[in-house]
């Protein structure tokens, strides 16, 4: 960059095309919303068939467009300001360099030169003439040339070679940060066709990742997340950000700000959702990419016994090489289309819009999955779902679904009210329930360890829930919140009661229904902070006396004591459930549940004298 276009170069018009974008980003994210949860909900409330459904598919893929350029302009805006932020410094120093120039009585040439006056003594009867520095970067150069000028009979010599020099640094500074942008800002620029497609996403994910390698003097400059922070330390960074640069957090470190608590459900949701787009594009394509398996699986060998089938060459190198992955990937992308299911039946029966509170294909390979219906932070009452033993993404579907049918049959017991039900699967459940199940001889449900790591992650979620809710809703607004854990599900929240501190007080939860529970790791519920007529229980017939039995043999329960012993302190629910996982069992939209059901909805809504006890 020279002289004249440095000194010319007004870095509002930058700033300006940085905000434009950013509305541009907004209208996009508004635009979206409007389609999911208005337009394309209301549709499936109103029309079936055919026609409905190819309306669905053109509404799906314009939220996509827009969700795209949603992601895509907050990037443009963040490396625009990046770019600003650079070069901004270099500008200052310029038009310091200039002053200062002009205040010496030098005069600045169009080539970033500083030419100096005739001044100082007289040498042999004439005052020294003036003359031109060029300014130098090298700071070996820069000494020898500042000392030459020092030793100048022209006192206004070393004034412009100081000046020459500043300058020449000013130009090199603002010439290196237009190189390292300016091909960041050309790739951001998508096909020219009307479809998002994976690898639409996959270079979204690649632009990102551009940017944020050449904007870390900017992103340096924006105050980080506290390290290891709780929820109100979080939330309160959050709100001290500035606007842009909360953008700049979104667009380049997605996944950081969809992880903490404490943020808004609506902020958190927004960032996990561009995490998802981008790993779901990526994994789907990794999917595609893998050779068909063989057709000639089987070949026929001679033995001494005859002709024997047995697997060819062929498809055995196959299976070494791309078994295993694509196994591990079809389970992952069929969790991925399940959340997405999820997404795009908003309105379905009711069901309202939905939040991605948190999200990670990583985790023993099982992923992770944090998914509300209804914004937590603005309802009366939230219940929060805990699966069990042998979760994991692949399978996250039926837990969604529960937290779906839970959403469905509190809403009509609570009419005039707000209830979000959220789907909490942040952890690494055990694989295992029985001897043999997943060819373990040693069932991992049989330790408390999985449940141990879980239960400070589980207490963090709760508190951050909190705190998101006093910010939205208005300090003193706490609402009335309900955690429901199925079998070991049950055990993690016990040990997210005992995980706290004195100081930390009890769980940040009204009420605790455990269902089907092999055990919390407490004699009783006082001994985990639960106020008394506030813990709940439920029990099924069938398998579920293989569970709960077996937790008082393994230990989960403390002393043999579960939470539907009498000893516990639960009140024990009447429960219909015909095995282990029929506890939800209903109609979609709530309309007739089953007892299991109807009670813990009535725990969820605060109705506990409509509660039918054993």
Known sequence: MDYATLKALKLSEFTEAADGYQSLSDSASASKDDIDNRVAAGMRKALEGEAAESAQGALKALSDNFHYVQT????????LNGFVYDVEAAKRKLDAAVADAGAAKCTVNSDGSVSYP??????????????????????????????????????HYRAA????????????????????????LRALKADDDLTVSDRDWIDAKSDMAGVSKVAEHYFDSIKHPPEGGDSEENAQWWKDLTSQEREAYLSLHPSVVGALDGLPAEVRDEANRTVFSETKAKYQLDLDSIPAEPVNKFTMINTINGPVQVHSDEWMAWNEKYADRKSELQGAVKGMTAIQGRFDRTGENGLPEAYLLGFDPVGKG???VILANGNPDTADHTGV???????????????LHRGDILWATSDRLAPGQNVSTITWFDYDAPRSAYPGDKGDAIPEAMHDRYAEKAGPTLREFMDGSRVAHQGESGAGNLGHTTLIGHSYGSTVIGDAAKSGSFHDGPLAADDVVAV???GMQADRAADLGIKHGHMWAEQGGGSDNFVTGGGKVIGLGDNWTIPTDPEFGANIMQSDAADHGAYWNGSEDGSKPSVSLQNQARVIVGDYGSVTLD
Request: charged content about 30%; some cysteine.
């Open 385 to 399: 779902y805990i699966p069990g033993t042998g979760s994991n993404l692949e399978g996250i579907g039926k837990d």
């Open 118 to 155: 005739a001044g100082g003594d007289e040498v042999d009867g004439k005052v020294p003439e003036g003359g031109t520095a060029r300014g130098l970067t090298d700071s070996s150069a820069q000494g020898v040339g500042r000392q030459a000028a020092s030793f100048d009979p022209n006192p």
């Open 516 to 518: 089907g529970s092999p």
């Open 72 to 79: 895509e302009c907050g990037l443009v805006s963040t490396a």
């Open 366 to 368: 099982d992923g992770k």
């Open 161 to 184: 070679q100081e000046c020459a020099d500043r300058i020449a640094e000013a130009l090199k500074e603002a010439t290196d940060a237009d190189e390292k942008w300016a091909p960041k």
